[in-house]
């Protein structure tokens, strides 16, 4: 049975104003809403949570970066980049060269990997080298890699660690830079989940401030 041509145009343009209504509805007004609220409410969870040193944006408190020193021939893409003693060291990571927010993923190697394994038993000795303490201090993630590759936050262990490397490369008062990994000592979320921790890109921000 043939559909009226009436009835078909009909059934037409009922779908064509059920569209317009949806796409005002679902692709203007609530993007514009939500996106109004968000910048009125939540403005710098929003704009990507960024923090910044002299005005600059430096960062992004949901992101770990590498704080290291300025390679000597930037041409050289072989050249392994070597930590700066001045700042808190982020744990590792697996994301591309390292904190590559376009390669977010881990190694994706199993505990009985022997690669794993002597990656982990190289890190522990040039943490314990770099740090000058003993390798059986070393934490866990100081030499392991987070599931994203960008986790920007380290056991308190592990800051504390470095407190006497980073005073002493910046002429600093071990007493004034335990307080400030003090400061930004966090909580476990939302009370139960985790363990406590430290954001080492706002930590070494604060850092910066100190001197």
């Known amino acids: 049975m043939r559909t009226p041509p009436l009835a078909f145009i009909r059934l037409h343009l009922t779908a064509l104003r ?3 209504v949806l796409t005002a ?8 809403l939500i996106t109004g609220f968000s910048q009125l409410v939540l403005s710098g969870q929003a704009n990507g949570s960024q923090v ?3 005005g600059q944006v430096v960062g992004s408190s949901l992101l770990g970066q590498a704080f290291d020193l300025p390679k000597k021939n930037p041409a050289d893409q072989k050249e392994q980049p070597v930590p700066d003693p001045k700042w808190f060291q982020p744990r590792p990571s697996a994301a591309g060269a390292g904190y590559d927010p376009t390669a977010s993923g ?9 690669g794993l394994t002597k990656a982990i038993q ?3 000795a040039a943490v314990a080298a770099f740090d000058g303490v003993d390798p059986a201090r070393v934490p866990p993630d100081a030499v392991t890699a987070s599931g994203s590759g960008l986790d920007p936050h380290i056991s308190p262990a592990y800051a ?4 006497d490397r980073v005073a002493k490369a910046r002429g600093l ?3 004034a830079v335990r307080r400030l990994v003090e400061l930004h000592r966090q909580g476990r979320a ?6 406590p921790q430290v954001n080492v890109v706002t930590l070494n921000l604060a850092l910066a401030r100190l001197g």
């Open 25 to 32: 509805v679902c692709g203007l007004a609530y993007p514009l």
């Open 106 to 114: 881990a190694s994706n190697l199993g505990p009985n990997d022997l």
């Open 18 to 20: 059920l569209v317009l």
């Open 52 to 54: 910044r040193q002299d």
């Open 190 to 195: 939302l009370g139960f989940l985790g363990g």
């Open 173 to 175: 008062d071990p007493a």
């Open 122 to 124: 190289d890190r522990r």
């Open 160 to 163: 504390y660690e470095q407190v």
